[in-house]
């Protein structure tokens, strides 16, 4: 798997967006993105996947740069149950997903 | 909805008792994974199974044992248990055809299980 970078953390007020970023610089031409996240006391929760192109879902959307040295999923308009560790994960789709520390997002009343 | 359930929500053991951790999926799903969780060094992966009878190490295997004698079933097994293995366990499962159709490793975990050795 690619390393990626995320920050630690980030706050987002409620009712905006809130826009995650990863970097996956490393990146192989095979490798898919993936995010999930974690709340709290709970086991992580898949989110979104993409290769090349932007994908969106009922949850979230993902931006993947031309490049696809980078990435940010996007929450459209986030409320307080969006509070959670993210995780981004470049991968080739093996069995193998290595979760590392992720980004800690805090939605703000 | 798929289900992983894990056997226990909390454990309190003594060093030196040996510990089963249980896992259970109940959507058919080919592959198992066992991940511990420690604050600070994310989820890392002990020991993954693509079959019954068949497992792979993951990346920190030492002081770990797994059985999967059933598809639905993964045991992950602590032989003498130390108080480093004090952690939040999580137990997942995936399809192997999700990928080959679409790309997507879609892992579905339990809701973890905390081991305390003492």
């Known amino acids: 798997d690619a390393k990626t970078t995320q920050p630690p953390s980030m706050d987002c007020a409620e009712g905006r967006a809130a826009n995650l970023p990863c970097n996956h610089s490393t990146i192989s031409g095979n490798e898919y993105v993936y995010w999930y996240r974690q709340i709290h006391s709970q086991g992580p929760q898949y989110i979104i996947h993409?290769?090349?192109n932007n994908e969106t879902n009922e949850m979230a959307s993902l931006i993947i740069t031309e490049d696809r040295k980078s990435s940010t999923l996007i929450l459209p308009h986030a409320t307080l149950r969006d509070t959670a560790v993210y995780y981004c994960?470049?991968?080739?789709?093996?069995?193998?997903?290595?979760f590392g520390t992720g980004t800690r997002l805090t939605i703000i009343p | 909805d798929v289900k992983v359930t894990q056997s226990s929500r909390y454990l309190v053991k003594r060093t030196g008792e040996k510990v089963f951790l249980e896992c259970v999926q109940d959507m058919d799903h080919e592959n198992m994974f066992w991940y511990r969780q420690d604050p600070g060094l994310g989820l890392r992966l002990i020991y993954f199974s693509y079959d019954v009878k068949m497992k792979e190490k993951g990346d920190i295997p030492e002081g770990y044992s797994v059985s999967r004698e059933k598809k639905e079933r993964f045991s992950l097994i602590l032989e003498s248990a130390s108080t480093n293995q004090t952690s939040m366990y999580l137990c997942?499962?995936?399809?192997?055809?999700?990928?080959?159709?679409?790309?997507?490793?879609?892992?579905?975990f339990g809701a973890g299980s905390r081991l305390t050795v003492l």
């Open positions: 997942a499962s995936s399809f192997v055809s999700d990928f080959e159709f679409s790309g997507a490793n879609v892992l579905t």
């Open positions: 993409g290769l090349k």
């Open positions: 994960i470049a991968n080739f789709g093996n069995e193998k997903l290595t």
